[in-house]
């Protein structure tokens, strides 16, 4: 039983505790705890159906937990709403773009810069080549090596380059602690690399807190601190990457071998 007069450990910059989601009959999530240190990046992995999207929608606030609470840099987020977390500085991309495709990839980077800068959204502001907003929407392009297709509409860049594109959008919008739901979900081989140095330099460059789900194991062991097992709405282990391979408990329930 979560006891809500129990501080947080301190520092966290996310910290999950007892987390429960019951849908109808069914337990979704089951007693969860997480820390997550600042500036850190902690992989998240398990099989199908083991809780993790889900997870990641009770964090951003897509999903509202029957048990437990949420607390993002000690504050108690657990009944904020979507918006509420974001100005809080928390991020999010999804399994599926969640990009404006009729806007162009300049377009769609200088919207994120503009709500951060000047609070709000605005597609009727003629963008002008030298304003504020757009020259720093130019400079996130060149970060993640898109500012050769600015004016290319979002909805005709590759995959890969999507995915490249979101993360343009986080590092506009500084978010602090940063969500990624599969970034390299039908990403081609070629582009993997590109993006795995993408996520490294946006925790390098902002200092920010990446939690990140991905199903490429390889990928997602090189990259990450600590990694997050996953398995029946639990997270039954959090350790190195290294030690998580190692351990007889994931290579049961995840890694389908015997102890």
């Not at 969860?32 to 889900?54: F, Q, R």
């Not at 607390?71 to 009944?79: K, Q």
């Not at 090596?145 to 919008?173: M, P, Q």
């Not at 990928?219 to 997270?235: N, Q």
């Amino acid at each position: 039983m979560t006891d809500p007069a129990q501080p947080a450990p301190a520092g966290a910059a996310l910290h999950v505790e007892g987390l429960g989601l019951r849908i109808g009959g069914a337990t979704i999530l089951d007693d969860v705890d997480l820390d997550v240190a600042p500036g850190s990046l902690v992989g998240v992995i398990g099989p199908n159906g083991a809780g993790k999207t889900t997870l990641f929608n009770a964090i951003s606030g897509v999903l509202t937990p029957t048990a437990g609470r949420i607390l993002i840099d000690g504050e108690d987020v657990t009944r904020m709403s979507v918006p509420q977390r974001a100005r809080m500085g928390l991020g999010r991309t999804f399994q599926t773009s969640s990009l404006f495709p009729q806007l162009s990839v300049l377009e769609n980077v200088r919207l994120a810069v503009q709500a951060t800068e000047k609070g709000s959204y605005s597609l009727f502001r003629f963008p002008h080549e030298t304003d504020a907003e757009t020259r720093r929407a130019r400079e996130l392009l060149g970060a993640v090596g898109l500012e050769h297709k600015a004016r290319t509409r979002a909805g005709d860049i590759s995959h890969g380059d999507k995915r490249k594109l979101e993360i343009a959008v986080l590092l506009a919008t500084r978010s602090r602690l940063v969500l990624l739901d599969e970034p390299m979900a039908g990403v081609a081989s070629g582009d993997v690399a590109g993006l795995v140095g993408n996520i490294r330099a946006l925790q390098r460059d902002t200092g920010c807190t990446v939690l990140m789900v991905e199903h490429h194991i390889e990928v997602l062991m090189g990259l990450v601190d600590l990694v997050a097992v996953m398995y029946f709405g639990t997270i039954i282990a959090l350790d190195t990457p290294q030690r998580i391979m190692e351990n007889p408990t994931v290579q049961s329930a995840y890694l389908g071998s015997a102890a």
